[in-house]
């Protein structure tokens, strides 16, 4: 299957050239689909990964489990994440775990090295190797556990798309964002979990009702606001110190929630705005994804400009500190949202 | 400026769908820039970065300065490479740089952590940091540093465009490739040096000369061979165990000399071909690069399907060693191949 041609959406500068592009396609909707802007192949299903964390811990709130367990806002938060392994990530998960009467042992996600250098020198010079815990996913299974344990769910095996938590989560996930899950298109994720082809269309609308809980039942919508909340009041627990979403989430919450995924997806909620976000990079590189989302985040709230200047400056240096090029967005872009910025200005005035 | 629509040349697979994808362009040409196969855009000039090392490093032979240091195998070999930061990487770029009377002071490349996870503990645990010859271009930095000195030129500014080594690397690269380079396009390079831009047609047939010594005046022909034989006889020296460039070497030498860049470009030469290779991965992917070298080096060379089995086989794993899916040569780039391979045959038969 060939994807059609994505437009251009960032050019990476050196010298004179422009030395290397990043394709995709970009999503914005209201809560009932319709499309604000679709720039690319909206209709074809990606895998949102990572970006859709939040989806997947309705449970944990909407079932009772969050009131039951007593979790913290930064134990919500880290429910949430895509984290760096800091200790505060450590603790939250550890945390949230104990308090459903579990462990690191329970988790399925797998070991990696912790995305935090600092933690992974900490490690390194106490001759230690990471464990399950330093998985930047260990604090989404950790909530997936506290929701098996709280609904009466064996908590063995809860990653695997059979087992009940999963298909609830798939149901909600199916609800959300209005589409059909077929349980055959289905992959396995860097952590072991089922990953649903959704199209960005589809995911954009979902992030739109999870942004404002229009289209929720009462108890969904609380659950999806009371998640909202959490990460607006523990931005780092839901990535890490410099990292894009953190930086986002404090500067700008409450009037973005974002989250971004493994090869190239970034989803985000404007509830002031109605609307929901999803992109993708053909290649998967999270230097498009960033430049992208911070360009459309910057043209739906002028506001966002200062809180990403850096990320919209775009410059990049070299091993020496010198200034050799830098990102910026395509001109097939920039014309989209100029064109989107006239639309909504006309439409406003 | 806006890029051609190159092909997609890679699918990145996960569950039922293709999750990513890299585009690009392939050049192959001989030494008269005969092409052999064009696949994508092959004029547009592109940086070719870290893959034309070996071209850098002509004047360090064809001056005499090789002979007059009595550098080593593995010493001219790491003045190509772009090197993992391992000991025997350390030691011949610090014995380069002695025998020339200099020091890693006189490093221009500035400082990162090792490629090498291994030396990067190290680093760690004795609680230092990294230096100038833990660079991976340090190597080349000091085989340009001798060849100045050698030269009798300053080796103070010997990175800067106007620096007499750098106009006369300039001037290699230019005759070597058959284009005219224009000191306005030049770029800079992470180590700080100038990058020159180059069609992938143009490098395809520098790398066929290089292979060959075909259009070369005699000492420059010798100079190639001696740099290409280094590199054959220690081909750790080049990147480190492991890692693409180091696997084709130890494997197809000499049959193959390979050569990869930053940015997504790769280069080769296959000298008992006559040929030589470039090719660019638009988004810089060095996920897209090696997966298209290996199946562009397979077409041309049967031999090169053991050594280069995992590479082709491209399964991909996850944090658990589950198999979630797999790079493979997008059904573009098999027609390609599959084209040149009967055209190939037709011509022999």
Redesign the interface.
């Known amino acids: 299957?060939?994807?059609s041609?994505n437009p251009?959406l960032v050019d990476?500068h050196?010298?004179?050239?422009?030395?290397?592009?990043?394709?995709g396609a970009i999503a914005v909707a209201d809560a009932d689909g319709r499309l604000v802007l679709a720039f690319g192949d909206v209709e074809r299903?990606?895998?949102p990964r990572s970006a859709v964390k939040a989806l997947q811990a309705i449970p944990l709130v909407e079932s009772g489990a969050a009131d039951a367990f007593g979790l913290s806002d930064a134990e919500l938060a880290v429910a949430c994440a895509s984290h760096s392994g800091d200790q505060v990530h450590l603790d939250a998960v550890a945390g949230l775990l104990a308090k459903a009467g579990l462990d690191e042992s329970h988790l399925?996600?797998?070991?990696?090295w912790p995305v935090s250098e600092a933690m992974t020198?900490a490690l390194?010079?106490g001759?230690k190797r990471p464990g399950a815990i330093h998985?930047n996913c260990s604090g989404k299974h950790a909530g997936m556990l506290a929701a098996a344990v709280h609904l009466g769910y064996s908590p063995r095996g809860y990653e695997k798309p059979d087992h009940p938590l999963q298909v609830m989560i798939a149901r909600i996930l199916s609800e959300t964002c209005g589409v059909a899950l077929d349980p055959?298109?289905?992959?396995?994720?860097?952590?072991?979990l089922p990953?649903h082809?959704v199209p960005l269309m589809a995911l954009a609308r979902g992030f739109a009702r999870f942004g404002t809980g229009w289209g929720f039942a009462p108890e969904r919508a609380q659950a999806a606001a009371r998640l909202k909340q959490a990460c607006f009041a523990a931005p780092v627990l839901v990535a890490g110190e410099g990292r894009f979403d953190t930086v986002v989430l404090r500067g700008l919450a409450p009037l973005i929630f974002v989250k971004g995924g493994a090869?190239?997806v970034h989803c985000a909620a404007l509830p002031d705005l109605g609307l929901g976000l999803a992109l993708k990079i053909?290649?998967?590189?999270k230097r498009?994804t960033e430049r992208v989302m911070s360009e459309v985040l910057a043209a739906f709230l002028p506001k966002a400009r200062n809180v990403l200047a850096d990320q919209l400056d775009g410059a990049l240096y070299?091993?020496?500190?010198?200034a050799?090029?830098r990102t910026a967005a395509?001109?097939?872009l920039r014309g989209a949202l100029d064109g989107l910025a006239e639309t909504r200005s006309r439409a406003a005035g």
Chains 1, 2 share one sequence.
């Open positions: 299957m060939t994807a041609d251009v990476v050196r010298g004179s050239l422009i030395e290397s592009q990043h394709r299903p990606i895998y399925a996600c797998g070991a990696h020198r390194l010079r001759g998985n055959d298109r289905a992959g396995i994720d860097g952590c072991s990953t082809a090869e190239g053909d290649d998967g590189a498009g070299n091993w020496r500190g010198l050799v090029g395509s001109a097939e």
